[in-house]
């Protein structure tokens, strides 16, 4: 059964660095395009980053453009998160997700274009 397992995240200072973690298993990890999203409390689900099937795209929110990379290795099966510059504003529950890549990828649409989510994982940004 196709499976998005997270680790990282946690509690930093602002101004600090994290790296989220996100590893695939139960399907062909190289079928599909991958997306980060997050959700603050009271808040709805935003798109953070995506990174294609083969790493030729990428593709970020404005809020974390130029702070936050994402990158994946196919050999093995996991995507990531690189956050840098933290600030309180990034606090939220962050969830990896899987789209195949035979279709259009939306990859802001967290309702229909993904198949496969991880289980989420804090990220607590606090002095």
């Known amino acids: 059964q196709a499976q998005l397992v997270q680790s990282g995240g946690g509690l930093v200072q602002p101004g600090g660095s994290l790296r989220l973690s996100c590893a695939a298993s139960g399907h062909t990890f190289s079928n599909y395009n991958m997306g980060w999203f997050r959700q603050a409390p009271g808040m709805e689900r935003e798109f953070v980053a995506a990174?294609?099937?083969?790493?030729?795209?990428?593709y970020y929110a404005d809020s974390v453009k130029g702070r936050f990379t994402i990158s994946r290795d196919n050999a093995k099966n996991t995507v990531y998160l690189q956050m840098n510059s933290l600030k309180p504003g990034d606090t939220a529950v962050y969830s990896c997700?899987?789209?195949?890549?035979?279709?259009?990828?939306?990859?802001?649409?967290?309702?229909?274009?993904?198949?496969?989510w991880g289980q989420g994982t804090q990220v607590t940004v606090s002095s």
């Open positions: 997700a899987a789209a195949i890549k035979y279709r259009s990828f939306h990859f802001e649409d967290f309702r229909e274009t993904y198949d496969y």
């Open positions: 990174i294609t099937w083969n790493g030729h795209g990428t």
